[in-house]
Structures are given as structure tokens and as C-alpha cells.
């Protein structure tokens, strides 16, 4: 069933899009099932740390801070974002990604971190060093989480964040990143649940007996992820998330 869904996508932007498996339950001529559960971001965040009882959240790309990282509950909590969208920037490392993975090797590099949510340049590169960086700084049991993996449209799976119209709403490339590790990696599990935007999960497997998914998209086109976004993804519902994670 595919439902509607108004929320931000950026510091500034609002816009309704339409999102399987997600409603917020703001438009009372559809009727909701009683069991159908509604999470946003720092809910997925949340649960995470309230399950695992984890105590340290970094957060990339943070914008403004009332939007997520506010709402996120973690006994310590670093932001990183080099205040490219929200000129007040009130984050801990006011810098790009790339240079606060290099300060940590330098400066602290037995830092770790348990859940680390990845949100800021939305391009498959960036994401894809965003992720490895993670990974090195990652509490052994430890969460990355993403945001945008699930791109409704290829307008929203675009390479640029600006138009001719301006800054629309964007996913971006984000997809891309999930879908080479999801047809490369052994050692890692990775799914993404099918709210907000697609919230990408992985979780590192000690056993390395993950099975990779067949690539039959070398070019990464669109159309081709499209036509197989539940296994390409690696979609689950909010219910698998929740069986999942309280496993
Ligand atoms: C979509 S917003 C983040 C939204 C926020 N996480 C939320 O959930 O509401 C993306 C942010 O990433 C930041 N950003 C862009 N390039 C970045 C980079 N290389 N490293 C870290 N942050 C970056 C931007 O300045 C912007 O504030």
C-alpha cells in the first residue's frame, strides 16, 4: 500500500511524497490499521541505542539540531557538518567528514563510537567514505544508520542537490553506496527500513558468511534498482526492524 508522507528533507525543505509501508497519520479520511506503527529517524536512533543500551551517538551532517540530533537520547552525542545549510551550525566539529575522520586518527584514535548516523553529502562517494570511515570507528557491536537510501523517484535519486529550480527535495546517490555493499560484502549485514526516506542499517557480521546479492546493475541506473528496490535495498518493514533489533 502506498501512502502518504509529509516531512522535511532538509533544513528548509517540505514536501509530500509518496512512501510504501508509511503513513503519519495526519489525513483522517484514511483509515490506519491499529497496528501500523510510524517512526521517523530518531526513532529508528533511538530504538537502537534504548535496546543495546548504548551510551555514544555521532551524528554527520547534522543541520539543524531541532530537526533530528536534538531528539536523539545518548549520554554523549558529537555532531559533525561543515554548516554548508544552517548558518548557526551549532555542532561540536564544525568541519567536513573527511577532516574529522582525520582529526580522530590523530588526536583520539581509540575513540568509538556506538551508533553513528550518516546524513550529510547525500553523493555515493562521500556516503560510500562516510561508511568505511564509520565502520573503523565503530564500537564492536555498534550500529551505522543512514538516511535517504530509499529514493522514490530518480528526480530525488539525482547527482546534484540543485536544479534550475533551485534546492529541491534530494536523496541523492545515497542508494548507490547501499547497493555495492549489499552485493560485495560478506562481513557486513545491511538493510534499509522502509521509512523516512529508507533508514540504512548495518551491523557488522563476525561470522563473514553474509551472501552477497547477484549485481545485475554494473552501471548502477536507476530504473534497474527500481525494478528490484526490495532486494537491491535490502527493504524491511518497520516490524522486521523491530523484531531485528530485539533479537
Ligand atoms: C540533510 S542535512 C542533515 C539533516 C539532519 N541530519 C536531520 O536528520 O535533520 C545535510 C547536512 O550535511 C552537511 N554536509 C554537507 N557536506 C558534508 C560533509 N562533507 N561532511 C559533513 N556534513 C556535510 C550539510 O551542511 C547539511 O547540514
Not at 555521532?58 to 536523539?72: A, T
Request: hydrophobic share 30%; with cysteine; charged share 25%.
Amino acid at each position: 500500500m502506498s501512502s502518504s508522507l509529509t516531512i522535511s528533507t532538509s533544513c528548509s525543505v517540505r514536501l509530500t511524497v509518496r512512501t510504501s509501508g508509511f503513513h503519519p497519520g495526519n489525513r483522517g479520511s484514511i483509515p490506519l490499521p491499529s497496528t501500523k506503527k510510524v517512526m521517523l529517524r530518531f526513532d529508528i536512533i533511538n530504538k537502537v541505542i534504548e535496546v543495546n543500551g548504548f551510551t555514544k551517538y555521532l551524528e554527520i551532517g547534522v543541520c539543524n539540531p531541532l530537526d533530528c540530533f536534538d531528539k536523539v537520547n545518548c549520554e554523549l552525542k558529537h555532531g559533525v557538518d561543515p554548516g554548508y545549510e544552517f548558518e548557526e551550525n551549532p555542532v561540536t566539529y564544525q568541519m567536513e567528514s573527511d577532516t574529522f575522520f582525520e582529526y580522530l586518527k590523530e588526536h583520539d584514535p581509540n575513540r568509538k563510537y556506538d551508533v553513528i548516523f550518516i546524513d550529510g553529502l547525500h553523493k555515493s562517494y562521500q556516503v560510500k567514505k562516510d561508511i568505511e570511515n564509520s565502520l573503523e570507528v565503530l564500537s564492536p557491536n555498534g550500529y551505522v544508520l543512514l538516511h535517504d537510501c530509499n529514493p522514490p523517484t530518480s528526480h530525488m535519486a539525482r547527482e546534484t542537490y540543485r536544479t534550475e529550480y533551485g534546492y529541491e527535495p534530494w536523496n541523492g546517490t545515497v542508494w548507490k553506496a547501499i547497493y555495492q555493499l549489499r552485493t560485495t560484502r560478506k562481513d557486513l549485514h545491511v538493510s534499509v527500513v522502509d521509512t523516512d526516506w529508507g533508514i540504512g542499517i548495518i551491523k557488522r557480521n563476525e561470522l563473514h558468511d553474509t551472501k552477497p546479492i547477484e549485481n545485475n546493475n554494473e552501471f548502477y541506473e536507476y530504473n534497474i534498482m527500481d525494478a528490484n528496490r526490495e532486494e537491491d535495498l535490502g527493504l524491511i518493514s518497520i516490524e522486521e526492524f523491530l523484531n531485528g533489533v530485539e533479537e
